[in-house]
DNA sequence: TAAATATTCAAGTATTCAATTGAATACTAT
DNA sequence: ATAGTATTCAATTGAATACTTGAATATTTA
C-alpha cells in the first residue's frame, strides 16, 4: 500500500469523526451518554430535541461507532463508545475557548451575570469542604468523584438539611455548560451556605 | 441570559470548531501548518490539492480561527492560531484508531507491509540512540524534540555519513501518517543501520 | 503604467446534511 | 392476533458544503 493512499485513507476517516460531533446536537448528545446509559426518550427530553430528530441525531452517532447500544424490552440504552471521546469533547471545548472570543465572552458573562462563585481543584488544595454531584443519581452511579456525595439537584430541598453550614459547599455537574450546579448554588448561597461550583470537572468511573 | 440560551450558543460554537476540521483536506492542512509557518503553495503542493481549493479550505479554517496569516510581500503564510489545536488533532486521532477498526488495520498492516520497526520512548529508556528528525529545517526550527538532530528526508544520501552505524537510530517525522521516517528507515537499514521509528511523536517548541 | 507572482473571490454544479412528517419495525402483554 | 410502547426508517424539502473554472485583487519590480 502506497503511503499517499494510508494518508488519504486515515485522514477521511479521523475527518469523519470529527464531522460526527460538528454538530451540536449531536455534540450534546455525546456529553449526555458520556455520563452514563440513556433512552432515547430520556436523551430528547434532556436535549429539548423532537424524538425523531433525536433518534436520527444517534443513528449517526452508532454508524460512526462514537456510541453503542443496549436494548432492554422495548427500550433502546445508548452508551458512550470509548473513554477517549469526553476527552475528546474537553479538548475541544479547550480549543473553542481558546479561539472564539464570542465563545469565551458569553461563558465569562454568563458566569458573572449568574453570580456564583466558582472555584478550581487546586484553589481547594488547602480548604476544608464537601463536595456535592448534583447530577441525577444513575449518572452519580455511572461515575463520580471518590470525594462527592449525591445531591440530585431535583432532591435539593429536601437534601439540605444534611448539609453542614461551617463548611464550604463544592458543587459540580455534567461540564461547564451544565447549570444545574449553578441552581443549586444560588440556593444554598440564598439560605446562608457557603456554596460555590467546581470549575474543572475531571469526571472518573467509580472504583 | 438564560442557561439554555448559553447551552445552546456554547455547542454552536464547539460544534462549529468540530465541523471546520470535518474534512479531511483541512485536517491535513492544520497538520501541516502545525509544524510551521507555510505559504498556500507550499501547502498545496505537500497536501496535493489544487490551489483554488486550498485556498478556499485556508479561508475556511481562517474563518474558525484556527490557523492566522502574516503576508510577506506577494506571499501569505499561514500558521497554527492555538497551541491547543496539535493536542485536539492527536485526541481525534487517538479516538479514531479506538472506534475505527477500519483505520486500526489500515494503519498497522501499512505498517506490517512497510517493514519499519518501530519503537515507544518508554521503550527507549534503557537504550542508547540518535535520534533524527526527516522533516525540513524550517519546520524542524520550529519545534522539535531537544535531542533530535535534523536530517531532511530529502538530504539523506548526503547526510547519512555523519551517523554511527553502532548506534540505534531513531526516526520521526510530523506525526502516524507521516511516511517520511518509514522512508528514512528503509533507506538506512538497507545500508546495513540499526533504525527504527518513533512511534508516539509528542512535539515540543524549541526552547 | 505594465508585468510578474501569489492569492483570494465569485459563480455554477453536484453532493451532502438536517429537520419534519409519516410509515414501518421491535418487543411485550393480553 | 392485536394493542401498547418505544424506536427506527424512508422520503421530501431546503440549506449547507465542496470542487472547479475563471475573474479579481494584492504586492513588488522594472
New interface residues.
Given amino acids: ?1 502506497k ?2 493512499h ?23 448528545l455525546l456529553e449526555l451518554v458520556s455520563q452514563g446509559s440513556k433512552s432515547v426518550e430520556a436523551l430528547a427530553k434532556e436535549a ?1 430535541m423532537s424524538f425523531a430528530n433525536t433518534s436520527q441525531h444517534l443513528q449517526r452517532l452508532k454508524q ?3 456510541v453503542t447500544t443496549k436494548r432492554q424490552f422495548t427500550t433502546v440504552y445508548y452508551s458512550i ?2 473513554a ?2 469526553p ?2 469533547i474537553k ?6 475557548f ?3 472570543a ?2 469565551k465572552h ?2 465569562l ?2 458566569q458573572k ?2 453570580k456564583v462563585k466558582t472555584i478550581t481543584m487546586d484553589e481547594l488544595a488547602s480548604k476544608d469542604y464537601l463536595m456535592i454531584d448534583v447530577r441525577p443519581t444513575e449518572e452519580y452511579q455511572f461515575g463520580h468523584r471518590a470525594e462527592a456525595i449525591n445531591i440530585p439537584h431535583t432532591k435539593l430541598s429536601s437534601s439540605m438539611n444534611k448539609l453542614d453550614k461551617q463548611k464550604l459547599i463544592v458543587a459540580y455537574c455534567r461540564g ?2 451544565c ?1 444545574y450546579a ?1 441552581k443549586v448554588v444560588e440556593v444554598l448561597t440564598k439560605v446562608g451556605y457557603n456554596a460555590v461550583r467546581l470549575k474543572d470537572i475531571i469526571m472518573t468511573k467509580s472504583a
Fill in positions: 500500500m503511503s499517499i494510508l494518508k488519504e485513507i486515515s485522514f477521511s476517516i479521523i475527518a469523519n469523526i470529527a464531522k460526527g460531533i460538528g454538530h451540536p446536537h449531536r455534540l450534546e429539548r460512526l461507532k462514537l463508545a470509548d477517549s471521546i476527552l475528546l479538548m475541544l471545548h479547550q480549543t473553542a481558546n479561539l472564539s464570542d465563545f458569553t461563558l458573562a454568563y451575570e449568574a461547564e455548560l447549570s449553578d
